[in-house]
């Protein structure tokens, strides 16, 4: 017999993913979506649905409050640790973007759990659709095309390097911005312009898109000063972003805020990104 799911909460993505798993043949249970129109399975109580599986699958991320279960398609509050004092020790219970309180309760509670979110296959993948997104967004915000634009890529991890080769891709003039010397000379090897983080303020002015991947302000008061009112900021990176967007607002600077954009522009695909991460843990707990 197979493992029993419960999918717990959270965006499309999830209801998604819950529908791929029954496609694969498993007993899965989908909690806390009463609000979508697609939702089309009956309603269990938080206690059944919990006791209902042997994997519970939470949502990315799992908590924005740190107290509640990240649930907008609920009019239920779901509080963390009532989930957590409804498993038993023979449950494994997977999300995503655990907060260390979370992670640190669930050990005291010798529950066994992981997060999806920090797996390197989920992160890679996950570049895809989020770069996908941000491309989407620069046409829809932007008088001109892409083609020709001169665009900077703050940051070369897993976003920056998928988003760079898109960008390059349909004609921009790619730079980018990294700090490590390796990174600049990959960068100029894929023949984009590579931009140290002290020439940032040389740069900026000639700039029509900027997106930034990095999680610490970096787009300052001083630094967005120097970019041009025409140019467009993206944000793609998590909180607490790399933009101080009191002063891109005081500035009159146009900025888009677009964190978590697999969810938002392709759940199918993140689904099936989520899916196979999870079962690539539940393989190695079973080892």
């Known amino acids: 017999m197979g493992l ?60 924005t409050d740190n107290v509640n279960v990240n649930a907008p398609f609920t009019n239920q509050i779901i509080k963390t640790d009532t989930v957590f004092d409804m498993m038993s020790e023979k449950q494994v219970i997977i999300g995503g973007k655990f907060s260390a309180e979370h992670e640190k309760e669930l050990k005291n509670k010798n529950l066994k759990s992981a997060d999806y979110f920090k797996r ?18 620069a046409m829809e915000e932007t008088p001109f095309t892409i083609h020709n634009s001169n665009v900077l890529i703050l940051g070369y991890g897993r976003i920056g390097k998928t988003l760079s080769r898109m960008l390059y891709g349909i004609g921009a003039n790619v730079h980018v911005e990294a700090r490590s010397f390796s990174d600049l000379a990959w960068i100029k090897n894929n023949r984009y312009t590579p931009v140290y983080l002290k020439e940032l303020r040389t740069y900026l002015p000639e700039m029509n898109i900027v997106f930034n991947t990095v999680p610490e302000i970096i787009l300052n ?25 009191e002063a891109a607002e005081e500035l009159r600077i146009k900025t888009v805020r677009a964190a978590g954009l697999p969810g938002k522009v392709a759940p199918l695909t993140a689904a099936i990104i989520i899916k196979d991460t999870i079962y690539n843990i539940i393989e190695e707990l079973k080892a």
Do not use: H, W
């Open 221 to 245: 008061k001083e630094l967005l000063g120097s970019i041009d009112s025409s140019c467009l900021v993206i944000d793609l990176a998590s909180e607490p972003g790399g933009i101080d967007l």
């Open 4 to 63: 029993k799911y419960t999918i717990l909460a959270g965006d499309k993505r999830s209801l998604e993913l819950g529908n791929l798993l029954m496609k694969d043949g498993n007993d899965v249970c989908i909690y806390g979506f009463e609000r979508l129109e697609e939702y089309k399975y009956g309603q269990l109580s938080l206690n059944e649905a919990i006791e209902y599986a042997d994997v519970i699958i939470g949502p990315l991320p799992f908590s």
């Open 120 to 137: 390197e296959e989920m992160q890679a993948l996950n570049a895809v659709p989020t770069a996908e997104g941000a491309i989407r967004i």
